[in-house]
């Protein structure tokens, strides 16, 4: 079956780092656009960063547009999320999930990971 877990979570100060990946299994993993959603306490799911099959195309939600980075390894079937410049917003489980359609949409998504926890302290 399919599955996609994500690891790298934690718990940074403010201004860190922190590097989230996401490991494929059970698909064709090239014939899927890769994304990042995020969810805070209390607040509804958010896309963060998606990526096209190649990886040659890239998004990135406003709040995070130059901070974070996407990328992915078609050899690996790895997607990962590169975070810097972490802030307490930044606070929220990060999900990666897979979709057969760009620009990767939360409600057309085809698969989900369990979701790690990021956590920025000031």
């Known amino acids: 079956q399919v599955q996609l877990v994500e690891s790298g979570g934690g718990l940074v100060q403010v201004g860190g780092s922190l590097r989230l990946s996401c490991a494929a299994s059970?698909?064709?993993?090239?014939?899927?656009?890769m994304g990042w959603f995020r969810q805070a306490p209390g607040k509804e799911r958010e896309f963060v960063a998606g990526?096209?099959?190649?990886?040659?195309?890239?998004r990135y939600a406003d709040s995070v547009r130059g901070g974070f980075t996407i990328s992915r390894d078609n050899a690996k079937n790895m997607v990962y999320l590169e975070m810097k410049s972490l802030k307490p917003e930044d606070t929220a489980v990060y999900y990666c999930?897979?979709?057969?359609?760009?620009?990767?949409?939360?409600?057309?998504?085809?698969?989900w990971g369990q979701g790690t926890q990021v956590t920025v302290s000031s």
């Open positions: 999930a897979a979709d057969t359609t760009w620009p990767i949409k939360s409600d057309n998504c085809d698969f």
């Open positions: 059970g698909l064709t993993f090239s014939s899927y656009v």
């Open positions: 990526i096209s099959w190649s990886g040659g195309s890239t």
